[in-house]
């Protein structure tokens, strides 16, 4: 019996993941891709220049609300920085358990990135953080400033890959 | 000698430092911090306007300790010991969140007496963790009995974790495939009569505490967040429950065996401070009832643990894993490349995401209410800098 009802949910997650996913493929067109769907996960990853669209498609017909975690990963062989949002949601009950991560890329050298501080203002301190450990200028954030590092601090952002801790 | 022209000048000159109050300068500035408030190191800068604070600027980091950039150097266990390291009152939480993800990485799954050991490690460090808050939370509102009884009271909590794990605080016993050792022979009974204790006190608790008209006073109806704008800052835990919003981790998204235990959400529609101090005592009568179904329910023996090598290696790929921690929402994002060690670990913890709404709230409140405000919020300095 128990089985049976994991099945059940099992299920309506991917279904309601399926209509989530294709209604974005079916707004974008090809500047969107689908990197994975799993149970209650799946991530997109977006052009650069759609990421503000996207974002507010997202929050206005399925009730994505606020941010999880915000946050960059470095990729120095591919010279890019991915810029991940984990989307979730307070107001749809369907959407509970369910995370949506909004990604999109910019490169290494130049790191820019439209800000969504005005579609989700949670992210305000994720993207001031991902500002100071990782470089990236979010366009459109008032405070792409100091935040968490010693005021003196006077090297590259630290959660770079090229950054190494002493003695390791 | 000296005629009335030059009096004149003199005056005129003298009187070039006398500058007309402007608007900015009517305002005082007051640091609150960076000296241990209670948590941490934490400081927070407050403009006001006589009594009224008008403009509040947070400045984080002062424990920041790069916990991130050290997963990326140390491999998937011995990562384990510096993760709790950012609330070790809470370690059996932060620590879950982390195998749960290490798991769905490499695709474990742990055995089933394992799970409920995870639950109860958990359930213990949630009481124990809030009942120190709630000491803190006491004798900054200037009650000292309040600091003085559930300090006490969590000696015992600390007794049944020393039994059970081996430590009082930082236990490191959340590994990924299970949990590090099985629990000692006579351990269900001493842990059943300290809960029930526990329950008698937390009786005592409601009405010192929470009765407490002068307690009610300063927090009833102070710091209103309502709903929407909770919602709208992405507030987790107790800070979104005290608003109205039943989200709870456990509940809506159960992790390992949670979704066998009965159990109510708690939640308030007041929105003010004192919600806010009640949701985690009202969690912590739920987790007392949680422990005795555990305890219930657990198989009589099994294994603990799936036993793994100590270098293994994720498949390349991310995963997303979350629980419900004392302070919320407590989430782990892995990236792995395929070798021994994450390739990038973040951490979002729930007090990171709470105290979005600290400048938010204090603006337009008195300074008095301050202390009601910020406690209310349950926030760790040390977890939010990571």
Known sequence: MERKSEIELKK????????????????????????????????????????????IFLRD???????????????????????????????????????????????????????????????????????????????????????????????????????????? | MSSLDEKIEEAKKLSMHIVKESEEEKLMTLSVGPQHPGTGHFRFIIKLDGDYIVNVDLDLGYVHRGEEKMCEYRNYFTNIPHLERPVIHDSANITYSYSLAVEDLIGITVPRRGQFLRALTSELDRINYTLYWLAIYGIFLGHSTMFMWPAADRELVLDLLERLTGHRITHAFNIPGGVRNDMPNNFKEKCLSQINYLEKRLKEYEHIFYNNPLFRQRTEGVG???????????????????????????????????????FNVQYMKTCDSFARAYIPFLDVRESCHIIRELLDKMPESGDVREKLLSNIKGPPGESFKRVESGRGALSYHLVSDGTSRPYRVKISTGSFRNIIALPFLLVGSKLGDMPAIYWSLNYWPIEADR
Not at chain 1, 65 to 77: L, Q, R
Not at chain 1, 97 to 115: A, C, E, F, H, W
Request: hydrophobic content about 35%; charged content about 30%.
């Open chain 1, 12 to 55: 309506k997650s991917l279904l309601l993941s399926k209509d989530i996913l294709n209604s974005v493929v079916e707004k974008f067109g090809e500047k969107v891709n689908v990197i994975y769907d799993k149970r209650n996960r799946s991530k997109i990853m977006v052009d650069p220049e759609i990421i503000v669209e996207t974002s």
């Open chain 1, 61 to 168: 017909n399925h009730g994505f609300d606020h941010v999880e975690s915000a946050s960059g990963t470095d990729y120095p062989k591919e010279d890019q920085i991915e810029i991940n949002y984990h989307l979730g949601s307070y107001v749809n009950p369907d959407l509970f358990p369910y995370v949506l991560v909004l990604s999109t890329k910019t490169s290494r050298s130049d790191p820019k990135s439209n800000s969504l501080i005005n579609i989700f203002p949670s992210v305000e301190y994720f993207e001031r953080e991902t500002y100071e450990m990782l470089g990236v200028y979010f366009i459109g954030h008032p405070r792409n400033e100091r935040f968490l590092l010693p005021e003196d601090w006077a090297d590259i952002p630290p959660l770079r890959k090229d950054f190494r801790l002493k003695g390791r």
């Open chain 2, 224 to 262: 209103v967040l309502s709903k929407e704008d909770a919602i709208k800052l992405g507030v987790t835990g107790s800070v979104l429950r005290a608003s109205g919003v039943p989200y709870d981790i456990r509940k809506v998204e159960p992790y390992d065996i949670y979704n066998e235990i009965d």
